[in-house]
């Protein structure tokens, strides 16, 4: 069975400081890895796809097979960027349905 | 990258009555999926509905309940079916689109049910 955990619910960090949204999985194939942003009022979008291994807006996300996570980080936080964060896992064998965590809603503070 | 739209945004419904949610993504895609977001929680899907086959359908979730049509490449629909209140929920489509091997999803804004 595939499982996407986000221990934060909620993380509260100042305008400036580093943030880090943890993602852990458990998956014994190879998934696609995914972070989706969903901001006030708006429709959910991607932010982050592992097989990209790009910075959008700032966040970064690596691919850790060994400790099965896929961390989404930026160092240093604006306080557009708060909204809810998914982490989320996607593979063949589900049809390539997305699985998603339970979110982390993260507020930048000024 | 794709464009879904969805309507209704919102409805309010009465116990007993049934809505029909659309789906229009502005290309054509093989997959589609629908998803449920409870108050407060996280998404779950509900079904696959691949164009050219029957919709597959998640552990708790069954056709009596969500009919789904895929009529062709670009359109789906999700019927919620004699609704009670434990229905009210937002209902999202989602589109996979290839993108550099592997595919993206992307979502509609979303429908906001409540049902009385």
């Known amino acids: 069975a595939q499982r996407v955990t986000q221990p934060e619910k909620l993380l509260s960090v100042f305008k400036g400081a580093p943030v880090e949204l943890k993602c852990n999985y458990s998956y014994s194939g190879s998934p696609e890895l995914f972070w989706y942003v969903q901001y006030s009022r708006q429709r959910l979008q991607l932010l982050l796809r592992h097989i990209s291994r790009e910075s959008i807006k700032g966040f970064t996300a690596d691919l850790n097979k060994g400790e099965t996570s896929f961390h989404l980080k930026k160092p240093f936080a604006q306080e557009e960027d708060s909204a809810m964060y998914y982490c989320?896992?996607?593979?063949?064998?589900?049809?390539?349905?997305?699985?998603f965590g339970k979110g982390t809603s993260l507020l930048v503070t000024p | 990258s794709a464009v879904i739209s969805q309507k209704p945004s919102r409805d309010i419904c009465q116990r007993g009555t049934s809505l029909t949610i659309q789906c229009q993504v502005d290309s054509q895609v093989t997959m589609m999926f629908w998803y449920r977001q409870q108050p407060g929680q996280s998404l779950t899907l509900i079904a696959t509905a691949n164009q050219g086959s029957e919709a597959t359908y998640e552990s708790g979730f069954v056709i009596d309940k969500f009919p789904i049509s895929r009529p062709n490449l670009t359109f789906s629909t999700l019927t919620v079916s004699n609704m009670s209140p434990e229905d009210s929920s937002i209902y999202l489509c989602?589109?996979?689109?290839?993108?550099?091997?592997?595919?993206?999803?992307?979502f509609g804004a979303g429908t906001r049910l409540s049902v009385l």
């Open positions: 989320a896992l996607s593979n063949s064998n589900s049809g390539y349905a997305l699985n």
């Open positions: 989602s589109a996979r689109v290839a993108s550099g091997g592997r595919g993206i999803q992307y």
